[in-house]
């Protein structure tokens, strides 16, 4: 009987081993030890003798065919052909041959791809996809990530910091941005303004009620046709239900704002993960440079390389000196929408898959 076809699975992850660069395939699970030459620049020694150098350079997260075909020409020639890309939208270059780095690292250069990342340094900030592939979003995700990295760089290229710093950034409340040492999110602060006209037209009424996580949606008659109304008390801004219906209109110029976030940690290491804490609002949304959140973040980062003791993250550093110590330091004022007293989850949240009015 001949051998059948292998069919593709459709879920999860492809198979990673054809990817890798032969050194590290044929080494997997032997690695001995590991250093840093140089910030970017990542060593591994197996216990077989082999060797693998690892070259990482910062990336725009969304990248046109050309900037990849770049990329790709400067692997062939450089770095035996293989690249990978981190979670954080760095790309990782393999060599076998201490001799190729340098040359590597000079054709990265030369075309405007910082060499870093690595060890104590601010890492390429992760976000969301922001007005280019986003149907929600209230601000551009990677228009404020090219921004921040502008002022950062320098951060990114060197390895001064206490411990790394991973920054998130989100381009709607619901932050698919995920927690980070410092997270940037935008803070709408109205409910939807309702185009009723238009909402019997555009808008599948009961997708739109559904969507709303704590059920401050419902229908409406309103001027004679069917649309929709939202209990205001209810509302918590969040923006899901703009993308379903459109004439639910959410962004605002004026209203909707920047918040900074800080102290989120995914890891177990040294302490166990953490959520992130507001500690500034109202920040305007103030594109193409956003100054003012950058202004923030380059405070707190000051200060947080200043004050925190050698190895502890962002969130461990403010769990030592404490929260007031904290906007001491920093000079950022405390409101009364710092303090963390809600307790209404369990009410008001649509955790079932009814939905309760």
């Not at 003798?49 to 075909?69: C, E, L, N, P, S």
Request: charged residues 20%.
């Amino acid at each position: 009987m001949s051998a059948q076809p292998r069919m593709p699975t459709e879920s999860g992850t492809p198979d990673h081993f054809q990817y890798l660069h032969p050194v590290m395939k044929r080494n997997y699970g032997q690695w001995a030890w590991h250093e840093r030459p140089r910030p970017g620049v990542l060593h591994h020694v197996s216990r077989t003798g082999d060797q693998v150098w690892t070259v990482r350079a910062g990336t725009q997260r969304q990248m046109d065919v050309h900037t990849i075909r770049k990329l790709c020409d400067i692997a062939d020639k450089y770095a035996d052909g293989y690249v990978r890309f981190t979670i954080r939208s760095n790309i990782e270059f393999m060599v076998a041959d201490e001799a190729k780095v340098k040359p590597l690292i000079e054709a990265l250069t030369k075309e405007g791809f910082p060499i870093g990342g690595t060890g104590n340094s601010v890492s390429m900030i992760s976000h969301t996809q922001g007005w280019l592939h986003c149907d929600i979003p209230g601000t551009d995700a990677s228009g404020v990530v090219k921004s921040l990295m502008d002022v950062l760089h320098q951060e990114f290229i060197n390895e001064n910091m206490p411990n790394r710093v991973k920054i998130t950034t989100s381009c709607c409340q619901i932050n698919c941005g995920g927690q980070g040492d410092i997270a940037i999110n935008v803070q709408h602060t109205k409910p939807p303004k309702i185009n009723h006209d238009l909402v019997a037209n555009l808008c599948e009424r009961p997708s739109v009620v559904a969507r709303c996580p704590v059920a401050a949606i419902r229908p409406a008659m309103v001027n004679g046709r069917p649309s929709l109304e939202v209990d205001e008390r209810k509302c918590i801004c969040c923006g899901a239900c703009y993308p379903p219906c459109p004439p639910m209109q959410i962004n605002d110029p004026e209203h909707s704002k920047i918040a900074i976030w800080v102290g989120g940690k995914n890891s177990n290491a040294r302490s166990k993960p953490s959520l992130h804490k507001l500690v500034a609002a109202g920040i305007p949304n103030n594109p193409p440079r956003w100054p003012e959140a950058a202004a923030v973040v380059k405070k707190i980062l000051a200060v947080y390389k200043q004050d925190a003791h050698a190895w502890e993250r962002m969130g461990e550093w403010v769990e030592r000196i404490g929260w007031p110590r904290f906007f001491e330091l920093t000079e950022l004022p405390f409101t009364k929408f710092h303090v963390d007293n809600w307790r209404g989850a369990r009410a008001s949240l649509n955790t079932s898959a009814h939905v309760r009015f």
